[in-house]
């Protein structure tokens, strides 16, 4: 047996309504009498629940997961694309796809940003999910744009260049030249390769351009290799503290890949050249190491460890983010 629901209307469009206090009603015209459970069961029939999405008006707001999984989880995935596809190897070999990945990240940022603008309209001015979503995707979109290119020029250009040159061994730094070497990316020297120290200098221009001729004999020709440091040494003669300078088995060099830094480095080997009377025709600039190898891996581990680290703590931001948007959003519900 079912229980029936029994509802009970009064209709009188020709009598005015009272309410309670014994007033005339101005606006109803139908009164509906409501007995026992039956009020609750008619709200949940018609679906009366007095709770509205996250995205609606703030109305006795109920927290929909839905919602704020989206609002967690697509700025990041457009942090997490942009940034993977500026910052790794892809942005070496197809430079292209970086301009057509943010292009359409910016067509989506775009489309939160008239559904913003479009819900603004509709709740006069209030903040909404729709708002938070724009603003947090615009900021996940910048700083993939900015980290990622950062992690790129730093870690990755170099790793990349370096493995496109060439690699030389038993290389006499007395007897060859630097024009013979120059798409040189990894050099092994001969077992009796040094450091002259006796001819370094250093170049002072906010930092300190640190250079020492490399060299196998005690008077060569021509100093054209050159082991190269950035703010170790004091820029006085014979003054010089860069790379592994003070290990016997170091005997190999790591080409320096940096553009912005080449010149001040040869401008440093210009004022040794004026200071100690020496010639150096075709300078070619390496840090001064063991095992250049090791230094490449150090470029590798390092522009994945500082990906993987920026997609973990975008994660982490957008979530605390999130959490600080429902505890003012209820506030303000």
């Given amino acids: 047996m079912q229980a029936a629901v029994l509802i009970v209307y009064h209709v009188r469009p020709q009598d005015p309504v009272l309410n309670k206090d014994g007033m005339h009603s101005q606006d109803a015209s139908v009164s509906h009498e409501y007995y026992g459970a039956v009020a609750q069961n008619f709200e949940n029939i018609n ?40 910052s790794l190897s892809i942005h070496y ?50 700083a993939a744009a900015f980290f990622g290119d950062s992690n790129y020029k730093t870690n990755m250009v ?8 060439n690699s030389y061994d038993v290389v006499d730094p007395s007897q060859s030249k630097g024009n013979q070497l120059m798409d040189a990316g990894r050099v092994h020297f ?26 196998s004999t005690d008077k060569p020709g021509n100093y054209d290799f050159w082991a ?34 080449r010149s001040y480095f040869r401008l440093a ?33 390092a522009a994945y460890t500082n990906w993987m680290v920026g997609v973990f703590v975008a994660l982490g931001v957008q979530l605390v983010l999130v959490v600080v948007a429902t505890i003012i959003f209820a506030k303000l519900g």
């Fill in 93 to 142: 070999t197809n430079p292209a796809s970086v301009l057509l990945v943010e292009v359409l990240a910016g067509a989506v940022l775009l489309l939160l940003g008239q559904s913003a603008f479009q819900n603004l309209r509709q709740d006069y001015g209030q903040p909404s999910w729709y708002v938070f979503m724009f603003l947090t995707s615009a900021l996940a979109l910048t």
């Fill in 228 to 261: 190269v440091g950035l703010n170790c040494c004091s820029g006085h003669m014979l003054d010089f503290h860069c790379g592994e300078y003070n290990n016997p088995s170091a005997h190999s060099g790591l080409r320096l890949m940096r553009d912005d830094l």
């Fill in 190 to 215: 001969t077992p009796e390769a040094k450091l002259d120290i006796a001819h370094s200098l250093g170049f002072k221009n906010l930092d300190t351009y640190c250079v020492a001729p490399i060299t």
């Fill in 47 to 86: 679906g009366y629940s007095g709770s509205k999405s996250a995205f609606g008006r703030p109305q006795r707001r109920a927290v929909n997961l839905a919602s704020l999984a989206v609002c967690l989880f697509l700025p990041w995935l457009i942090f997490t694309v942009v940034y993977s596809v500026s």
């Fill in 158 to 165: 170099p790793l990349m260049d370096i493995q496109n040159m």
């Fill in 269 to 301: 080997v210009q004022q040794a050249e004026a200071a100690y009377n020496i010639q150096a025709n075709h300078p070619v600039f390496f840090y001064w190491m063991q095992d250049p190898q090791t230094e490449v891996s150090a470029y590798e581990n």
